[in-house]
């Protein structure tokens, strides 16, 4: 977990996220330079950003972008690590602007939250784990959630709770962006599924094939009910739902997948499907035509949109100003 993680504070215009959540079975992150981790890296007003929250950010950040393929070189990677600096910045000046902020019964919310937290673990035992590995105490934990909901609470305060979004706003946005709300065509489809490792020898390949053969025999000359069969013999988590996919567009699924899932008819069940996962077989269990979402229906989610927008607005504007006023040293070697 990174010190973004652990003041994911709210999504505002300084890059920041909105839930504490303690990450738990990440893949490592690309590494970054070691350095002391209580240096200095900048300070805002005399407070110190210190080395460890910057590379725990960048750590996270990289992971992300190494997830989606993507390389930094050396001269890119310092150019990105001011840049996660600049946000760190805008994040402490807006901590430090709802300091003085009182929240109602705020320790009894932070026990809520930490609550949560500790229900994303098997034990107490992991949840320990995982918060001496990311370096934080259990007091040191207790004070980030703290100063999350008082930027939660001054947010509310001083900017969502006076935006006001009009009927006007929300009709013409509704009207100016008609594919935000068209609905495309979709199915409901339920599999089974036998997967294949990608350097199976074919030995495992002739094994893993018979086994979705008899699958697909005892649901089409068996009759064998197909949920049954699912979460008796399918490796997908869907199992635990008899298979089912719930509904779902052309270009969702894998091209061999979609394919034919939509070549089938109602209640139809597919010949043995082939895709990088393994072996399916494939039920189409319904269908829902293409539509246009009506505004009445989307009114609130069209505000709440419009609302989150403008706070973020309003808050890149604030923390500009903020910056104006401020004392602040950036240090970064």
């Known amino acids: 977990m990174t010190s973004k993680t652990w003041k994911q504070i709210l999504t505002v215009a300084c890059g920041l996220a909105g839930t504490v959540v303690l990450a738990q079975n990440q893949p490592a992150a690309p590494a970054v330079a070691t350095h002391n981790p209580d240096e200095a890296v900048a300070k805002v007003n005399d407070k110190a950003i210190t080395r460890r929250q910057l590379d725990d950010v960048m750590a996270g950040d990289l992971r992300n972008l190494a997830q989606r393929g993507t390389q930094l070189t050396p001269e890119q990677l310092l150019g990105y690590e001011r840049q996660v600096l600049g946000k760190l910045v805008d994040q402490e000046l807006l901590i430090q602007a709802a300091s003085k902020t009182q929240v109602p ?10 609550a949560q937290i500790k229900a994303n673990f098997p034990d107490p035992k992991t949840f320990d784990e995982q918060l001496k590995k990311v370096g934080r105490t259990a007091e040191q934990l207790r004070t980030d959630v703290r100063q999350m909901l008082t ?3 001054f947010v509310e305060t001083e900017f969502a709770g006076k935006v006001k979004i009009g009927d006007d706003q929300i009709k013409a946005f509704y009207d100016e962006h008609p594919d935000y709300f068209s609905k495309p065509a979709q199915i409901r489809a339920s599999h ?3 997967t294949v490792p990608q350097d199976a020898s074919e030995d495992v390949k ?3 094939r018979a086994a979705i053969d008899k699958a ?20 997908c988590p869907s199992k635990q739902k008899g298979g089912d996919l719930e509904f779902f ?16 008819k109602a209640d139809e069940i597919s010949e043995v499907v082939t895709t990088q996962f393994g072996y399916h077989i494939i039920k189409r269990t319904g269908e829902q035509a293409a539509e246009k ?4 229906a989307m009114k609130e989610s069209i505000e709440k949109f419009l609302k ?12 500009d100003a903020q910056r104006k006023t401020a004392k602040i040293e950036t240090l970064l070697k």
């Open 192 to 194: 089974i599924l036998v």
């Open 105 to 114: 019964d705020v320790e009894k919310k932070v026990d809520e939250q930490i």
């Open 206 to 208: 002739k094994a893993k």
């Open 151 to 153: 930027v939660q609470t």
């Open 249 to 264: 567009a052309k270009g969702q699924m894998v091209a061999e997948f979609d394919k034919a899932a939509f070549a089938l």
């Open 308 to 319: 989150q927008n403008e706070v973020k607005k309003q808050l890149a504007q604030f923390v």
């Open 216 to 235: 697909r025999e005892r649901v089409t000359t068996g009759k064998e009910d197909f949920a049954k069969v699912a979460a008796e013999l399918s490796d």
């Open 293 to 296: 979402r009506p505004l009445d």
